[in-house]
């Protein structure tokens, strides 16, 4: 052990030798250093990798700089060897002096630095502190960012026939699906990652906003009997290729080749096969193996994904094929369903909406008897539960066997967050929103749900940016705008509300919109005249919205009326009425729980309605 003595001596001869002083130089540097790395860099786009060498490179350097101010002195005539130098050539005490306060003068600029930087980053946390409740989809997706997420990028069409991207667009799906097999691995949904066929951002933007690592890129060409895919994995972090290939087969061994690129990428990510009790794998593909029946239902997926009336006519004309093709073709009987009630639901009215009901129906059910475990088939029969036959208790089952068979299905996910809002359990509910947006950033509807559900809480500033995040990602969807009507009105703000409706397109939405915003104006003609206009072009389709403007007219019987009519037209309205805090001032009213009661709602303030918002 050394001595004090020997100690002294050591204290005094590093003094000597300036090695402190050295010492207390090169730390202040190398803090500087870093300081300006750590937040300079990243304006330039510098990677990450680089401000970790800096780092490195300055703790290294450490006993390299003492090492050095051991053995050379800095001295008038330029760097000595201690050895050539007496006692007496050490550097003079001004120069000494001189660079304390250098020193002194590095560190607290470093020190400034250090709290800039801490009062920068407390102000940005306050700032986004203030939207926590609905950010953006990138902040969503930066938050809940793994080292094994991927996004398949819809792959192009080499042969640029427009005829010909259903085809593309199907592979793309049918490598979602089966990605989305493998544990571990974030998986993003088709909803949001086709938002981005032939984009102009680079890939880390990309990356960024989708919320994850890796993409998918790639292109397909089919001519006859000969397909070619090409793929690639890229890291969305710097753009390097981690992976790529190119296969040329034959058509018939499609199914194969599909499984073979899953299969590759999976393997580069390191990623297993699901191992989740009661998941089951997914596919598209018909049991026979039938590649026309295939070709066909992807027309089908193609049209529906579409939407419009044209286009799911179409859509059901192609699943028709497909059945007609293979008669077991689950996959198929399950999107007919979903296109019999999208065409239902938005397009149609009366007998022929119910007949369009009964149709989705019973492919819902056909599906769910040809394959148990396809968790699509049973989303479709829940959505029916929940819409056409108000049962909510089956619905919810539904939606959970689906979310069992597929544990990373991004639309089960949000099916049953839906079903939880409809449930009347708004806190609930806006989780679940935020789960199924881990996989599907980029979905506007979520956000639109988000904003009711805060809605329903009286959390309406968080409200209103959810409802303006909807409106950014999908500016055309003009029933997101209705939402934002309602806000302004619950706040009594009717210049505001008036001026959000004006700029919804014509039609039966504006209609609603400017209905809802007049009621609460001192026009009392034009509140007169606007409801009427509702009612003489939109009594059937928008019997809920009329009963809402009844409500805010502070005419109960009308808008029991009205409800009655929108049971009677199964209007999806009512799956909110739980949420609706325009209804939700007559939820102690008799006929309130009676209402509830008839379409399978828990009845507000009832044992079984847990969690029901208030008004």
């Known amino acids: 052990m050394m001595s004090e003595d020997t100690m002294s001596r050591l204290l005094a001869e590093l003094k000597r030798r300036n090695v402190l002083r050295a010492g207390a130089w090169y730390a202040a540097m190398a803090w ?143 490598l979602i699906t089966s990605l989305s097999q493998f544990d571990g691995l974030k998986v993003i949904s088709r909803n949001s990652s086709f938002r981005f066929r032939d984009s102009k951002d680079d890939v880390r933007a990309i990356g960024e906003k989708l919320g994850v690592t890796h993409l ?32 040329d087969r034959e058509y018939k061994d499609l199914f194969a080749l599909q499984d073979e690129i899953a299969t590759a990428v999976a393997s580069a990510l390191k990623a297993e096969l699901l191992g989740t009790a009661g998941a089951v794998v997914q596919s598209d593909r018909p049991p026979s193996g039938n590649l026309d029946a295939y070709q066909s239902m992807l027309h089908g997926k193609f049209c529906r994904a579409r939407g419009s009336e044209e286009d799911l006519r179409k859509a059901i004309d192609f699943y028709n094929d497909a059945i007609r093709l293979d008669p077991g073709y689950a996959r198929a009987y399950t999107g007919l369903s979903f296109a019999w009630g999208n065409l239902g639901g938005n397009f149609l009215g009366g007998e022929e909406a119910q007949q369009a009901y009964a149709k989705a129906r019973a492919a819902a059910a056909t599906a769910i008897s040809l394959n148990p475990n396809l968790a699509a088939a049973h989303i479709a029969q829940g959505r029916l539960l929940e819409v056409t036959d108000f049962d909510r208790a089956a619905a919810e089952a539904e939606y959970r066997r689906a979310l069992q068979l597929a544990p990373n299905d991004g639309e089960a996910q949000y099916a049953l967050a839906l079903m939880t809002g409809t449930l009347g359990q708004p806190e609930r509910a806006i989780e679940q929103v935020r789960q199924s947006l881990i996989v599907d950033p980029l979905r506007a509807a979520a956000y639109d749900r988000l904003s009711r559900y805060l809605t329903a809480l009286g959390r309406l500033d968080e409200a209103d940016q959810a409802s303006r995040t909807a409106i950014e990602m999908q500016p055309a969807a003009d029933f997101f705008r209705i939402q934002l009507t309602v806000i302004e009105v619950l706040r009594g703000d009717a210049q505001a509300a008036l001026h959000i409706a004006q700029q919804i397109q014509p039609g039966s939405w504006q209609d609603a919109a400017l209905a809802i915003a007049r009621q609460i104006g001192s026009d009392h003609a034009a509140a007169d005249a606007a409801l009427q206009n509702l009612i003489d072009k939109d009594a059937g389709n928008g019997a809920y919205q009329i009963a809402e403007v009844y409500a805010l007219r502070k005419q109960p019987d009308q808008a029991f009326e009205w409800l009655e009519r929108a049971r009677a037209h199964r209007d999806p309205g009512i799956l909110m009425l739980l949420n609706d805090q325009l209804l939700l001032a007559y939820k102690d009213d008799p006929r309130f729980a009676a209402f509830c009661r008839k379409v399978g709602l828990p009845v507000p303030g009832s044992p079984g309605a847990r969690g029901v918002a208030a008004s």
């Open 32 to 174: 500087l250093l870093v300081q300006v790395a750590t937040q300079v860099f990243p304006f330039f786009d510098v990677p990450n990798w680089a401000v970790r060498w800096t780092v490195i490179a300055a703790v290294a350097g450490f006993p390299l700089a003492l090492t050095i101010s051991w053995f050379f002195e800095l001295t008038p005539k330029g760097l000595q060897l201690e050895s050539e130098l007496e006692s007496s050539e050490s550097i003079p005490r001004r120069r000494g002096g001189r660079g304390d306060r250098w020193i002194i003068a590095i560190l607290g600029l470093a020190v400034v630095l250090l709290l800039a930087d801490q009062l920068i980053s407390r102000r940005q946390d306050a700032i986004e502190g203030l939207g926590a409740a609905s950010p953006p989809a990138s902040a969503i997706a930066a938050k809940s960012i793994a080292a094994k997420s991927i996004a398949v990028i819809p792959l192009s069409d080499e042969g640029g026939e427009q005829s010909q991207q259903y085809f593309s667009d199907g592979l793309s799906e049918d």
């Open 216 to 247: 998918l890129e790639g292109s397909v060409r089919h001519a006859g009997d000969a397909v070619r895919i090409s793929a690639e994995l890229v890291d969305a972090a710097d753009g390097s290729t981690l992976w790529s290939q190119r296969y």
